[in-house]
Nanobody
Framework: QVQLVESGGGLVQAGGSLRLSCATA????????MGWFRQAPGKGREFVAA????????SYADSVKGRFTISRDNAKNTVRLQMNSLKPEDTAVYYC?????????????????WGQGTQVTVSS
């Protein structure tokens, strides 16, 4: 059974930092790209970042470029999202997702397994 479990969300003031982690099980983790998406109330699911199977390719949404860093540990089947200089507009539920492919993709339809999400709230 495939499982993706996010952790690390919470409430932080603007300008602060959070680190999200996603522990996975039941996946061929090292053969898949991984991604983070977010969904704010009343909005659609938005791409945040993705990392290829070997960490050789990384992609970020323009809105988080320079502030967020995605990384993965294939030995621990874990992917992380370091979020710095957080803004109130970063407030959303953040989802970890496993891509169908090895290289980076940014469309939700290209990801076939999802975590349950973790809430990130940034106060002004």
């Amino acid at each position: 059974q495939v499982q993706l479990v996010e952790s690390g969300g919470g409430l932080v003031q603007a300008g602060g930092s959070l680190r999200l982690s996603c522990a996975t099980a039941g996946l061929t983790f090292s053969s898949r790209a991984m991604g983070w998406f977010r969904q704010a109330p009343g909005k659609g699911r938005e791409f945040v970042a993705a990392i290829s199977y070997s960490s050789g390719r990384i992609s970020y949404a323009d809105s988080v470029k320079g502030r967020f860093t995605i990384s993965r540990d294939n030995a621990k089947n874990t992917v992380r999202l370091q979020m710095n200089s957080l803004k109130p507009e970063d407030t959303a539920v953040y989802y970890c997702a496993a891509c169908r492919y090895m290289l980076v993709h940014s469309t939700p339809a290209d990801f076939d397994y999802w975590g349950q999400g973790t809430q990130v709230t940034v106060s002004s």
